[in-house]
């Protein structure tokens, strides 16, 4: 079993949709970290979160250390929003695990 | 923040050859990461380059053919070495501890 499991992997949905991306993982952190990967390849830091809530213009991240949870929200979803997410976990010397991504495609 | 720049962006290399991928960071970094991610795939980790001695490798990986400098807290590199079709991935550094600021990576096609 990962480490460190998102789902869904793939998510179609029509421009304007409300979007939720899930994350759990299963051992103890102290952050979690949201990321957006372009086709391009790049990876662009979203969000770094060890509690609560944050938000970020249309974007939306929660986390549940209790229940080893964390999501990804995405309000008035866009095309431009089309990416791959993923979510990362600081493990072993703060190296980072990720979660296996989840494909975005928003549809106009 | 951390703005790191990685190069090149790109690359199509004969099979055999050697690469040599550049990332220079805009601040002095304890820890800098280099990452594999096959098509498809998620990232893994190749190895944690450390200022002033060799590199820490993972499972899997070997410095003959990942080698890395890391002169010194701004810079590494990473060869990939004797290249083959199966090295075809996007590579990208990162810095850390703690952070997740990532190059623009490095999408290589061995042909």
């Known amino acids: 079993k990962n480490e460190v499991e998102q789902s869904p992997q793939n998510l179609t949905a029509q421009e304007g949709e409300f979007i939720t991306i899930n994350c759990s993982y299963s051992v103890g952190i102290s952050a979690l970290h949201w990321l957006q990967q372009h086709p391009g390849g790049g990876i662009v830091s979203l969000f770094m979160l060890s509690s609560g809530k944050k938000k970020h213009g249309r974007l939306i991240a929660t986390i549940n250390i209790q229940e080893k949870h964390s999501s990804l929200h995405i309000t008035a979803s866009h095309p431009r929003d089309s990416a791959v997410y993923i979510c990362?976990?600081?493990?072993?010397?703060?190296?980072?695990?990720f979660g296996q991504g989840t494909r975005l495609t928003i549809n106009p | 923040s951390a703005v790191i720049s990685q190069k090149p962006s790109r690359d199509i290399c004969q099979r055999g050859t050697s690469l040599t991928i550049q990332c220079q960071v805009d601040s002095q970094v304890t820890m800098m990461f280099w990452y594999r991610q096959q098509p498809g795939q998620s990232l893994t980790l190749i190895a944690t380059a450390n200022q002033g001695s060799e590199a820490t490798y993972e499972s899997g990986f070997v410095i003959d053919k990942f080698p890395i400098s890391r002169p010194n807290l701004t810079f590494s590199t990473l060869t990939v070495s004797n290249m083959s079709p199966e090295d075809s991935s996007i590579y990208l550094c990162s810095v850390g501890p703690g952070e997740a600021f990532f190059g623009q990576g490095t999408r290589l096609t061995v042909v």
């Open positions: 990362a976990v600081p493990l072993r010397a703060q190296k980072l695990v």
